[in-house]
């Protein structure tokens, strides 16, 4: 495990998968265990789908290129540390889970971010890159998600469904 290096004198804007604003957060429907994990687990602050055969579990993986995300996997400090671990965004395979389709949260995105732009989750792994309106995305799908606050590839910036702008 790695010592802290260094130490910030300022408070961060956020954590990644937490609630931005105090907008609702609404849950995809289904109920009390509609959706689990799949085997190898989901990452948190990531989109997920559907899986082709049971239609409980959820992946990262998309069965099909086109496939639509079920929806954002908020962070409720649900994933697991293993041992020799320092930190972990892994929820372990099996556990129940409630995938997001409202509400604004922190992310990282694999592409520079601007307000306005639609944001799309990879068909491979989940993960956020954002583009215009309509625009095609290589191994993305467009999501009903915006971008409301927009920063650099690898700084934190603002999913939404409520501010489109």
Do not use: C
């Amino acid at each position: 495990m790695a010592f802290q290096e260094d130490v910030g004198i300022y408070r961060g804007v956020g954590q990644v998968g937490h609630p931005a604003s105090t907008s609702p957060i609404i849950a995809a429907a289904g109920g009390p265990g509609a959706f689990k994990a799949a085997p190898a687990g989901v990452s948190i602050a990531t989109f997920v789908f559907r899986d082709a055969v049971d239609t409980s579990i959820v992946t990262n993986v998309a069965p099909t290129a086109t496939s639509a995300p079920v929806g954002f996997i908020q962070n409720l400090g649900q994933a697991i540390i293993d041992y020799g671990q320092s930190a972990s965004m892994l929820i372990r395979g099996g556990v129940e889970i409630s995938p997001k389709v409202g509400g604004d949260f922190w992310v990282k995105a694999t592409t520079v971010a601007t307000v306005g732009q639609k944001v799309f989750a990879s068909v491979t792994d989940g993960t956020i890159a954002t583009g215009a309106v309509g625009e095609t995305v290589a191994g993305h799908v467009e999501t009903e998600w915006f971008v409301s606050h927009g920063a650099a590839v690898g700084d934190l910036i603002i999913i939404s469904t409520w501010s489109k702008a």
